[in-house]
């Protein structure tokens, strides 16, 4: 089965730019995470979605990012203004959410991620 | 409390050599222990997980030794190749939630 998708694989900015990233999952699957990794760190969640409905964004600095994913399958995630500090891998992730027998399903499958770089 | 420790930042084996990276936490409430695996322009992958209910599992090479009492656990690459170096990231989850670590570098010489 195809993997996670996100486009672009590179971006690079001046600071105060806007940037959009966009992610398509694994087929069928319904929730949908975006990351933030920075050089040298763990991936950091940034926010989550259960199909089309946000579930967590608890760590999504609203005043400069935003994301969406309005017929729960694609999703973007928006930059705007970009700062300094925003510099990182953004990555996608997708699991299946909940099988037809009701267990929970763990797996997440990230994609290779976009490597954003503002100047 | 949400936090994952882990250690070392980097390692350095021989080919055959059995690095160990160690993970620990502080939150009880985590139920899902996953190992991934990030090259360098990838996304991470996963390479192995446990559940709190076990001590220890195996796939291959990669064994998980998880110590509930201590709230540890920990990643053992037996046989280790050249083709393993990569950066390892520990993660810790409930329910579906990954708080991961902050990596370990791994390099195998040949």
């Known amino acids: 089965e195809a993997g996670v998708a996100q486009s672009p694989r590179y971006k690079i900015i001046e600071k105060r730019q806007s940037v959009a990233f966009w992610c398509n999952p694994i087929s069928g699957h319904a929730t949908l995470y975006w990351y933030q990794q920075i050089l040298g760190q763990g991936p950091k969640l940034l926010i989550q979605f259960q199909n089309n409905g946000v579930v967590d964004d608890s760590q999504l600095p609203k005043d400069r990012f935003s994301a969406e994913r309005l017929k729960g399958v694609d999703s973007t995630l928006k930059i705007q203004p970009a700062k300094l500090e925003d510099s990182a891998v953004y990555l996608c992730?997708?699991?299946?959410?909940?099988?037809?027998?009701?267990?929970?399903?763990?797996?997440?499958?990230f994609g290779p991620g976009t490597r954003l770089t503002v100047l | 409390q949400q936090q994952v420790k882990q250690s070392p930042q980097s390692l350095i084996v021989q080919k055959g050599g059995i690095p160990i990276i160690n993970c620990a936490y502080e939150n009880t409430a985590f139920d899902y222990f996953p190992w991934y695996q990030q090259f360098p322009g990838k996304g991470p992958a996963l390479l192995i997980a446990i559940r709190p209910d076990v001590s220890e599992k195996k796939e291959g090479r990669f064994t998980i030794s998880f110590n509930k009492s201590a709230k540890q656990f920990s990643l053992h690459i037996m046989d280790s190749q050249p083709g393993d170096s990569a950066t390892y990231f520990c993660?810790?989850?409930?329910?579906?939630?990954?708080?991961f670590g902050t990596g370990t570098r791994l390099q195998v010489f040949p």
């Open positions: 992730a997708s699991t299946l959410g909940v099988t037809s027998g009701g267990a929970v399903t763990d797996t997440q499958y």
């Open positions: 993660a810790a989850s409930n329910p579906d939630k990954l708080i």
